[in-house]
């Protein structure tokens, strides 16, 4: 089955506790994006992969860290959490940035940092 | 930047009244893309449109695509609760930029 799996789906830590969520894709898909949802802003972009190695900042990435090592892994990394960062994430991907084509949406991590 | 706004933010409706989102953005779009998010689920895709003035129907759901490419609309026509959710529409431009979304509340 094609599809986006991201882990923890959910996880509660404290401030300065480093952690990843892990986002995978099973379907050869060349863009990979994070993403987080607050209340009333919406999906703002963190980071996203046009491919391996290749990685660049959306609207809110401070705070954030990405890898991209292999196609199907984009790793997100907070170094040092903080409650702002409590948050849902989704981690989305997509054959190609560029062109017709939809992003499929990993089931998300709900993030609470105390 | 780019920016992508929708409105309403939130809309509450009768079962069965018509409901329409709106999407705005300051720039031409290539194209823009449709999501659906239910409560307590993740975006799911729902549509593309990529050219101007461009219309399509999914059974109850008709969405456009402005003569400039600039502004779309998602219109549902005699609503149901299985529509409840949020809205989004994203402008396709790399990144893809999300509008804030409308949710939708309906009222049995």
């Known amino acids: 089955e094609a599809q986006v799996t991201q882990n923890p789906r959910y996880l509660i830590t404290v401030t300065g506790k480093k952690l990843t969520v892990t986002c995978s894709q099973n379907m050869n898909h060349e863009y990979m994006s994070w993403y987080r949802q607050d209340p009333g802003l919406g999906l703002r972009q963190i980071y996203y992969s046009m491919n391996v190695e290749v990685t660049d900042k959306g609207d809110v990435p401070e705070g954030y860290k990405v890898s991209r090592k292999e196609k199907r892994n984009f790793p997100l990394i907070l170094e040092s959490p903080s409650p702002n960062q409590t948050s849902l994430y989704f981690c989305?991907?997509?054959?190609?940035?560029?062109?017709?084509?939809?992003?499929?949406f990993g089931p998300g991590t709900r993030l609470t940092v105390t | 930047g780019q920016q992508v706004m929708q409105i309403p933010q939130y809309q509450h409706v009768q079962e069965g009244e018509d409901f329409t989102t709106y999407c705005n953005s300051s720039?031409?779009?290539?194209?823009i893309q449709w999501y659906k998010q239910r409560p307590g689920g993740h975006p799911v895709f729902l549509i593309q449109l990529v050219k101007s003035g461009e219309v399509k129907k999914q059974k109850r759901l008709t969405f456009q695509f402005g003569e400039a490419k600039k502004n779309s609309s998602l219109h549902i026509t005699a609503t149901q609760t299985t529509d409840v959710g949020t809205y989004f529409c994203?402008?396709?431009?790399?990144?893809?930029?999300f509008g804030k979304g409308t949710r939708l509340s309906v009222i049995a």
């Open positions: 989305a991907s997509s054959l190609q940035a560029s062109g017709s084509y939809e992003q499929y």
């Open positions: 720039t031409t779009l290539s194209n």
């Open positions: 994203a402008g396709r431009n790399t990144p893809l930029v």
